[in-house]
């Protein structure tokens, strides 16, 4: 039989042949195993997400089949891309048993999760997906906008440092609740404060937190008189600088930002890790700085970890986000009182709600492209 069996066969194809052969090429001890293909939605389009777990496991790594069905249109033979396939899972797996993240004796009953809002709720956090890039992502997940900004929400398994296990909470899973979007938003806002209170930095602490230089945390009490807002660069994340963008959204996070910039501030969507924010003290367009987002984010920011090309502005007036150069503007924009979620709204305590914390200095605003290209770079050198 040809290694090229079924040459014209799509992606569809490709998948099922996966599918129906791949336990031929792994080990004796996955012949039991359950597999699972299905299309997820990611950063840079749908996916074939392929799974294969132990009947008694909460968790499966995922391999993407896309890549490999590209390489056999490319022309790589069938047998050395299933062995490559069954590689990748083994090496998956012997990771997962050395991390103490997967131990399924402390991880919660994953079905249990996906099927009742009872059991998912207290591990539903906020994540974010920028809106132009993701809008077919969207179609199928339930979100809140602000500006090109989406708030997404997602049940955490696990997590460690700069890796995170979870489920996406889609439109079915949401039915199958029966909440609102609203209740999950503020369910994931009141567990994302807790678990990951915002932090505001300077660009500068950051680096070297990165590199392993001690900082000094200064009280969020004395933010405006920081002087950050000057001339610097501002870093808006968790302590964690990871997945921090959803910050955003945490009631009061911008309004803080707004009495450090009391002449207004540009919010740049950096990445889904953090939010870039600097002071209106310079003579900038918003094209332009659009034109800056777009270079770095396609010079160095991993597609699945891109957020948006546009900058964004805050009324804190109206409390709304939005893009100018999307045509958005605050003036024109319908604000519902309900939609302004308050602290009192999410039954948050005001040490949970002011547990956000800055970092003295400053960048000044000439270096901040420059800067966070090495950053980024640092970051993917990193392996995150």
């Known amino acids: ?56 496991e909460n968790f499966a790594p995922v391999i993407y089949l896309d890549d490999f069905y590209t390489l056999y249109q490319e022309g790589r033979e069938l047998p050395q891309l299933m062995n490559q396939i069954s590689d990748l899972q ?18 919660p009953d994953m079905r249990r999760m996906v099927e009742n809002w009872d059991d998912a709720k207290e591990n ?23 500006g090109d900004i989406a708030a997404i929400y997602k049940i955490e398994m696990g997590r460690e440092e700069n890796a995170s296990f ?9 039915a199958r609740y029966g909440v609102t979007t609203e209740e999950l938003h503020i369910q994931a806002i009141k567990n994302s404060m807790e ?3 915002a932090q505001i930095s300077d660009l500068g602490s950051v680096m070297q937190k990165m590199l392993g230089i001690p900082t000094t945390d200064v009280s969020s009490d004395f933010m405006p008189d920081m002087g950050i807002g000057n001339s610097g660069l501002i870093v808006l994340s968790n302590e964690e600088v990871f997945r921090g963008a959803g910050t955003l959204f945490y009631p009061g996070v911008l309004d803080q930002v707004s009495a450090m910039c009391p002449n207004g501030f540009y919010i740049i969507p950096s990445s889904v890790h953090e939010i870039l924010i600097f002071p209106k003290n310079a003579d900038f367009a918003d094209r332009e700085i659009d034109e800056i987002i777009e270079s770095v984010n396609a010079e160095v ?20 986000l939005y893009a100018p150069s999307l045509a958005q503007d605050y003036k024109l924009l319908e ?19 002011n547990n956000s914390r800055s970092v003295a200095g400053g960048d000044v605003l000439s270096q901040a492209v420059k800067t966070e290209q090495q950053r980024r770079t640092m970051k993917k050198h990193a392996g995150r």
């Open 1 to 56: 039989m040809s290694d090229r069996i079924n040459e014209g066969m799509d992606l569809n194809g490709f998948c099922e042949y996966v599918e129906t052969n791949i336990k031929a090429y792994l080990p004796e001890s996955y012949q039991e195993w359950d597999i699972d293909i299905s299309e997820t939605y990611k950063a840079v389009g749908p996916k074939m997400a392929f799974t294969i777990k132990a009947p008694d």
């Open 90 to 107: 083994v090496q998956h797996d012997a990771s997962k048993r050395e991390n103490p993240a997967f131990d399924k004796s402390s991880l």
């Open 124 to 146: 539903i956090i906020l994540d974010t997906a920028g809106c132009t890039k993701n809008a077919e992502m969207l179609a199928h997940r339930p979100h809140c906008k602000m």
């Open 166 to 174: 979870s489920i996406p909470i889609t439109n079915e899973m949401k």
């Open 195 to 197: 678990r990951y209170p």
């Open 301 to 320: 920011v991993n597609p699945d970890e891109q957020l948006s090309d546009f900058v964004h502005e805050y009324d804190p007036a109206s409390k709304i």
């Open 335 to 353: 604000v519902k009182k309900d939609e302004v979620l308050k602290p009192e709204t999410l039954g948050l305590t005001d040490d949970i709600c």
